[in-house]
């Protein structure tokens, strides 16, 4: 039944669809030729706005008002001849039809004596932008100009910046070594996979923050740098060798002591408390 009242409906919609004819259907608004003139000359009225604020709050100068103006007034004359040419070609005999309906009127260039606020005091006329270390380009870095005033007074940035980017891409390569060499090798017990995963988070943390006072120590002493890379270079060579020679790096004993006298403490105080509570 649900299938019959479907496949009708289906019909009687594809009947509907092909019975519409052309003439049934609204006739579309008729589009004005001014339309594209009446648009590129709001647009020209709107460039001339800006270009008057702009100038008021003193972001160009004499010379590049009067030339953009003077380009955006001979854009705006082309427009307007263009717009009489038009009209001419519709009225031949000379009369001139009414303009067409447009939705919103042209905006108006408003020009006043005196403004609420004068920025024109914080534009400081042409300004030198100046780029911090970090974003410098590596050669830049590499080969920095003496003649820079930030070089002169910070020379100690762009020597930690430079390094600092060297590394970079090294580190993560040490911490999947760091990683591979602690669970690289297979495990036998649960306690043993646990230690691994804290002694690789460890020694990732104690390396990047090796790097980092590095960094910072850079900055007056230049001989850090090579903390910095003996560092990330042993670390390197050390989980090589790990996984080289195939070895299950384990904790000390003494830690592993340490670590199971706390832990049955803790078990111990934890039932104490339990059992008080009942």
């Known amino acids: 039944m649900i299938i019959a009242l479907a496949a009708l409906l289906a019909i009687g919609v594809i009947a509907f669809i092909l019975t519409v004819r052309a003439k049934d259907?609204?006739?579309?608004?008729?589009?004005?030729?001014?339309?594209?003139?009446?648009?590129?000359?709001?647009?020209?009225?709107?460039?001339?706005?800006?270009?008057?604020?702009?100038y008021r709050v003193g972001k160009l100068s004499d010379s590049d008002y009067?030339?953009?103006?003077?380009?955006?007034?001979?854009?705006?004359?082309?427009?307007?001849?263009?717009?009489?040419?038009?009209?001419?070609?519709?009225?031949?005999?000379?009369?001139?039809?009414?303009?067409?309906?447009?939705?919103?009127?042209?905006?108006?260039?408003?020009?006043?004596?005196?403004?609420?606020?004068?920025?024109?005091?914080?534009?400081?006329?042409?300004?030198?932008?100046?780029?911090?270390v970090r974003e410098r380009y590596l050669p830049q870095l590499i080969s920095p100009d003496t003649d820079d005033p930030q070089y002169k007074e910070q020379p100690g940035q762009f020597r930690a910046e430079l390094h600092d980017r060297l590394l970079a891409p090294v580190y993560p390569l040490a911490f999947v070594l760091i990683a591979f060499a602690f669970l690289g090798a297979p495990r036998t017990t649960r306690q043993s996979a646990a230690w691994s995963v804290t002694a690789v988070i460890l020694a990732v943390a104690t390396l990047r923050l090796i790097g980092f006072a590095c960094t910072v120590f850079t900055l007056k002493y230049p001989a850090a740098v090579a903390v910095q890379y003996f560092a990330v270079g042993g670390t390197i060579a050390a989980s090589l060798y790990a996984i080289s020679r195939g070895l299950i790096i384990e904790p000390p004993a003494f830690l592993t002591t340490a670590v199971a006298q706390v832990n049955t403490w803790v078990t111990q105080r934890v039932s104490a408390i339990a059992g008080t509570a009942q």
């Open 25 to 54: 259907l609204p006739e579309p608004e008729p589009v004005s030729p001014f339309q594209h003139l009446d648009e590129r000359k709001a647009a020209i009225y709107d460039n001339l706005r800006d270009l008057q604020f702009e």
């Open 66 to 132: 009067q030339q953009t103006k003077k380009d955006l007034q001979r854009e705006l004359a082309g427009v307007l001849a263009e717009v009489d040419r038009l009209k001419l070609q519709l009225s031949p005999n000379g009369s001139v039809p009414p303009p067409p309906e447009v939705k919103q009127r042209d905006p108006n260039i408003v020009v006043f004596d005196r403004y609420a606020f004068d920025l024109s005091q914080f534009s400081g006329g042409p300004q030198t932008i100046k780029y911090s």
